[in-house]
């Protein structure tokens, strides 16, 4: 018979793994702030992108790190995402933080078949986001520069959740 103590733990380490790379509460609406400047370089293309580049658009931000497994298989949905909305004033942003270097990211990019724009973070994106309190956080932003909700972890249901929300934000 297993110990009260050894089913406990065992269920609190299912529950962040399903979580994703963070014990944080699943999708949340937010007050309306602004998203940060920035103007940061895109690995996978040329130049950059701005927080000017994105007014306009419904825009899914997505916080991740190359090492991270629950990020990594979000990326395929991502692709989903990025091609149905195609057509639409859209866009879909990889921000990859803790994850080596410029050139490291571009190969695992390459690797992962990433189609969207894939930029690096840095603290102070992170921190006008409202922190990143761990990995997979993907942010949704209005066409008006304003977060709209933060989705914590690699949920089961993410991407409907997301596909309804920007659906909401596009009628806008």
């Known amino acids: 018979m297993k110990r009260p103590s050894v089913f406990l733990a065992s269920t609190i ?9 963070s014990g944080q509460s699943p999708a949340a609406a937010i007050a309306p702030n602004a998203a940060p400047e920035f103007d940061l370089a ?4 040329n130049g950059s992108l701005t927080t000017a580049d994105l007014k306009g658009k419904v825009t899914v931000m997505d ?3 190359t090492w991270c497994e629950p990020c990594k298989t979000e990326i395929p949905k991502f692709n989903e995402l990025f091609d149905k909305y195609a057509s639409d004033p859209f866009q879909m942003v990889g921000v990859t933080i803790q994850s080596g270097s410029a050139e490291d990211i571009k190969l695992k990019v390459e690797e992962l078949k990433m189609k969207y724009p894939v930029v690096v973070g840095d ?3 992170a921190e006008g986001f409202g922190g ?7 942010f949704l932003v209005n066409k008006d520069g304003t977060i709209y ?6 949920l089961p249901d993410k991407q409907e959740q997301l596909e309804r ?5 596009l009628k806008n």
């Open 42 to 45: 895109v690995v996978n293309g």
């Open 13 to 21: 380490v299912v529950a962040l793994l399903a979580s994703g790379c």
């Open 149 to 154: 909700k933060k989705y914590m972890g690699a």
């Open 165 to 169: 929300d920007i659906d909401t934000l």
């Open 132 to 138: 990143v309190l761990g990995y997979p956080m993907t």
């Open 123 to 125: 603290d102070n994106v």
């Open 63 to 65: 916080f991740w790190a």
